[in-house]
C-alpha cells in the first residue's frame, strides 16, 4: 500500500473553511459524511503535542446536522434511541447512540435541543437523515427533517478558554460541559457549545451560514495568535488515549448498542416509546456476546491499521482491532477492539496478529489501566 | 488547491480487490458508499482512450447492494421509485431512480430482481439502506433490508465480450442489454449482468464472498491477456460523452426527480403505491423550473472542478455547472449543468464562470448536439 491522492470533485463536497484549510498547508484528508475532513497538517505526533499543550482551530464542518422540528419532534427523537431524551433542556447536548429496531447502532450524535420541539443531531459518518425521514414518513410523524446549512468549527486545546474569553466575553469560562449558546461572532449568528472531538476541553462553533466560514475562521484565528493556534484535527493519538470511537471504525452497523460500552447513557426502561426497545431488552437478559474494549501492545509502534487486525487466545481468534496509535503518554500502542466477552476482562492476555506476526496485547480498562 | 493524499483507515473499507488496485500502481482514489473507489492508475485521457479501444477491469465494489427479500419486498420496493417495478422480470436489472414523499432523489440505482420477492439494489453513493429500513419499519411491512457480502467486478469496453466469452462461454455474447445469469467464476457464485457504467459495453460480476476477490480479479485478468486488458475506473471523459450523470455531484436531495431527466424511465401513474405520487403529479402539473441540462464550452480544457461553477444569462445567475470534462472526441469542454428552464433549449448561449473568468457557454441537447 503506497500513498495515494484523493480527487476532490463536487460529490466530496467543500467546507465553509476549506480555503484556509489548504492555505495552512493541508496535507492529508479523510472523508466524512460526503464531505472533506482535514487530517494532517504537519503529522500526527506534532498536532497532538501541540493540542494537549495550546489551542487548534479544527474544520469539522463534515459533522453534519440533522434538524428535527415539529409537533411530533421530541417522539420521533425518543424513538430513535434508548436514551432518555425528554430530560434533555434547552441549551444542553446529550451524546445519544442511535439504534434501530434491532438493537444496531445507527450512528452516535450528540444531540442538540434548540427549543421544546427542535433538535440538531450531530452526527457520525452515516446517512442518518435519510433513516429518520424514512422512518418519520412511515410513521406519519408530524415533523421536518433535513440537513440545515450548519458547519461546526472547534476550538480544541487547553488555551480554548483563554480564546473564546476575549472573543465573546470572559463568562464563556463559566458554560458547563455540553451545554451551549446563541451568540454572534464575526457578525454572523453561532451556536456554541463547550464540546468537542478531543479530551483536552474546548468548544464547538456552530456557524449557520456557509457563506460567513472565512470570516469566522479568521476571528477566532486572530485572537488565537498569541495563544499559539494552529489548524489542527481530530487526532488519532489523543483520541485514543481518551477513549473516543468512531462509528464506521469502532463499531458500525453490524454490532448492537449493547455492545459498544454504552450503557452509562441509555435507559432501556425508559417510559417513551424506542424502536430498539424489545431487541435491546433481549439481548439485556441474554447477556452481550462481545464487548468493545481497550487493549494495550507495548513495545515499538505498530504501522498503519487499513483493516481490521485479528486478536486471538490460544490460537483461536476471538475479536478484531479498529483504531491504533502509538501513545507518548503511556509509551505503547493502544487499539480498541470488539472481543467476545469472555476475553474481556482487563488483565486477559491476548495474541494481537499483524501481517502475519503475533504481538503480545493486554485488556486493558477505560482509562488505560 | 494543492494535491492531497487520503488518510485509509478501516471506516473507509476496503475492496475484495484493493490488493490488485495497488499491485497496478493506483495513483488516485474517490471515496464512494464508505469505501474506496480507484480513480487514476495512469492519467484520465490516457484511460480514456484505452476503454473506448480494448477492455478494463474496473473494482467498483463500491457499488454497494442494498438486499430487499420478503413477502412485502415488491411492495416496498415499488413505494420508492415512480418506476415501474412489477414489470421488471427475474434475471432483469432496471434503472430506478428513488424518490421521497417530496419528490427529491435519494439515490439513482439499478434494481436487480433475483427473484419474484428479492431485489438488489444496486447504489449510488447515499446510504440508502437506512432510508428504506426507515420506511420498512415505520410501515410495518414484512420484509428484510440488509447489506449483502456483494463487491461487483466490472468488465467494460468493446473487447469485454470476447473476455467473458472465454471465461465463461461464448453464449454469454448473446445476454442482452440489463439482463443477468448466475453462473461460477473461478470457482464462485457471481451475478453477471449485461451493464456497467460507461457506453463502452461490457459486464458487472457481482462477487458474493468477499474472500474471493483475487481469484475472480485473477481469473479475468489472465483471460484479458491477449486482449490488452488493464486496470481501470469509471472515466470522467467517457461519462461525460455518454450522459451519465452522478448522484451527489450533478444531482442530490436538493432536486426533484422530474428536473434531473428520468422522465423516461417513470410512470407517475403506476398502479402500485409510490410515495412520491402526490408532489411529483403536483410538480407535473406546474412545470419543473430547472432541468439539469448538456453544456458544452469551446477552447481550451477548463480546469478541474472543485465546487460548482455559475451559469449566468445577461449577468444573472441562472443554474450551475457539476461536472466537467475536455473531450477528445468533440473537442469541447463538456458539462453537466441545473439549467433555469427557461434556458434550457438546445442552442442557448450562456456565460460560464470559472475563477472569476467568463467563458461561452452553449445549451447541448442529449447527444451534445
Redesign the interface.
Known sequence: ????????????R?TPYEARV?ENG??????YN?MTLP??FTSVEDQYHHLCEHVQLWDVAAERQVEVVGPDALRLVELITPREVAHCKVGQCIYAPLA??DGLV?NDPIILRLAEDRFWISIA????????????????FDAKVF?PDVSPLAVQGPKADDVMAELVGEDIRALKFFRFIETDIAGTPVVLARSGWSGQGGFEIYLQDSSKGLPLWDAVWAVGQKYNIRAGSPNQIERLETGLK????DMT?DDNILECGFERYLNLDKSAEY?AREALQQISRDGVRRKLCHVEVQGAALP?????WALQSDGRKVGDA??CAYSPKHQANLLFAMLSSEVSTPGTELSLVVDGSAHQAIVRDERWK
Open positions: 500500500m503506497h500513498p495515494t491522492e484523493i480527487v476532490l470533485s463536487p460529490r466530496l467543500s489548504f493541508i496535507k492529508t484528508f479523510t472523508i460526503h487530517v494532517n434501530d429496531e445507527i459518518d452515516s446517512d442518518v437523515k435519510f433513516w429518520i425521514k424514512g422512518i418519520a414518513y412511515g410513521r406519519g440537513e468512531s462509528y464506521g471504525s452497523h424502536m498503519a491499521l487499513r483493516e481490521r479498529s483504531s
